[in-house]
């Protein structure tokens, strides 16, 4: 990720006693980093403790987890400028049910950091629960200024391709500055039907837009 802002979550996070009291008396970790450490020693953790631990084996999952981003938007310029190789690439519209094993989640784009649900993290990391859930709801957040992408993201829990064969193509656009040649090896490689119809955009002013 790009963006060091990825995943916004505070410095330190403000949780309430009670939170910090659920943590102590019920954190029994499963999973390293915990595994070998003594029973009972969460319960003397200092509150400044807790919370670097909480965001410290949060940026750990973060950079053991992968994610396929999407945008709803397949005309939008800034995408096309930035995504498309300066509009000579294309989009793959596809369809696909409003949940994919839980793990399709839209953005959130905040001004603020995002909180942790302290007792979530306490009971996963305790064998208690394996929703996971909540834990992908807090790591799709973006700064506001990545508005524009209108962006969803389809998590895996471990870097690897996600296999699009069990969701249909329901369109390709090409870019206005796409050449003939990567508009040939694209559609060869979908293999799409022989009647499926793709569009070239075209650039409209008056408002500057693309259009299919």
């Known amino acids: 990720m790009n963006d060091p802002f990825e995943c916004m979550i505070s410095h330190k996070p403000n949780f309430s006693e009670d939170e910090f009291e659920y943590f102590r008396q019920n954190f029994s970790p499963k999973s390293k980093p915990f595994i070998g450490n003594k029973k009972g020693e969460w319960r003397d953790l200092k509150d400044i403790e807790v919370q670097e631990l909480i965001k410290s084996f949060r940026d750990q999952i973060i950079s053991g987890f992968a994610f396929c981003a999407l945008s709803e938007n397949p005309l939008d310029i800034l995408m096309w400028s930035h995504y498309a190789n300066g509009h000579k690439g294309c989009v793959i519209g596809i369809d696909f049910p409003d949940d994919i094993n839980g793990h399709l989640k839209k953005v959130r784009y905040l001004d603020e950091p995002n909180k942790v649900d302290l007792k979530h993290f306490t009971d996963f990391h305790s064998g208690k629960t394996r929703d996971l859930t909540p834990l992908i709801e807090n790591l799709s957040v973006k700064a506001p200024d990545w508005?524009?992408?209108?962006?969803?993201?389809?998590?895996?829990?471990?870097?690897?391709?996600?296999?699009?064969?069990?969701?249909?193509?329901?369109?390709?656009?090409?870019?206005?500055?796409?050449?003939?040649?990567?508009?040939?090896?694209?559609?060869?490689?979908?293999?799409?039907?022989?009647?499926?119809?793709?569009?070239?955009?075209?650039?409209?002013?008056?408002?500057p837009r693309l259009v299919k």
């Open 147 to 207: 508005e524009y992408e209108n962006e969803w993201r389809i998590w895996r829990n471990a870097p690897n391709y996600f296999h699009l064969g069990d969701y249909p193509i329901k369109e390709v656009l090409f870019g206005v500055r796409t050449p003939p040649e990567v508009k040939m090896i694209v559609l060869k490689l979908l293999d799409l039907p022989d009647n499926f119809k793709y569009n070239d955009l075209e650039v409209y002013y008056n408002p």
